[in-house]
């Protein structure tokens, strides 16, 4: 059986205690409920988006996160855009991008991590493996 859709999932985050009570959190999903992903695509994505507010709450200390998604027919577009502190020059990738990265892999996706104002994470994932 597929699983929640993403949009309601991506509603969740914004209503999580743990982040919304650190930073201001907006979603704009405009995703159609009729697609949906694996529960296990979802769980990967999922932890990357848990992943980036974890990061601007604890690490960039945001006051604001801003996640936008977008269906673009064969993937999904995320964006997750704060207003914290970036990632520093000199910064190794540290567990969390690491596993960001290897999650998005998993999904034949794409994601990428640049500062603008805070820090912009950028995902796009294919909806099917």
Do not use: C
Request: net charge neutral.
């Amino acid at each position: 059986a597929p699983g929640k859709p993403l949009a309601l999932l991506l509603g969740e985050i914004a209503g999580n205690p743990n982040y919304n009570s650190m930073v201001k959190v907006s979603v704009q999903a405009d995703l159609p409920d009729a697609k949906t992903m694996t529960d296990r695509r979802t769980g990967h994505l999922m932890a990357i988006v848990n992943e980036a507010m974890a990061n601007a709450v604890r690490h960039a200390k945001a006051q604001m996160v801003s996640i936008q998604a977008e269906d673009r027919g064969e993937a999904l577009f995320i964006q997750i855009q704060d207003d914290g502190s970036g990632i520093p020059s000199d910064f190794k990738d540290g567990y969390g991008l690491r596993n960001m990265r290897d999650r998005a892999r998993l999904l034949n996706g794409k994601i990428e991590f640049e500062n603008n104002k805070g820090l912009l994470v950028t995902l796009e994932v294919p909806w099917k493996d």
